[in-house]
């Protein structure tokens, strides 16, 4: 049974970098100096990244 739960996750850029190159792998080193910080991504449950933070 797959649950219909959101799950939010907070961490340091690094760990959140790793994370969203696992789902994402065009998710590289240039993509995470890109990150603002704060940031907030959405991972949906196919393993689609979208960056739900606007500039």
Do not use: A
């Not at 959101?6 to 995470?32: A, Q, R």
């Amino acid at each position: 049974m797959i649950s219909e739960k959101t799950i939010l996750l907070s961490s340091h850029g690094n760990l959140i970098g790793i994370l969203l190159h696992h789902f994402d792998s065009s998710f590289d080193y240039e993509k995470w100096e890109q990150m603002t910080f704060p940031d907030c991504f959405l991972i949906d449950r196919n393993g689609i990244v979208k960056r739900i933070m606007k500039d």
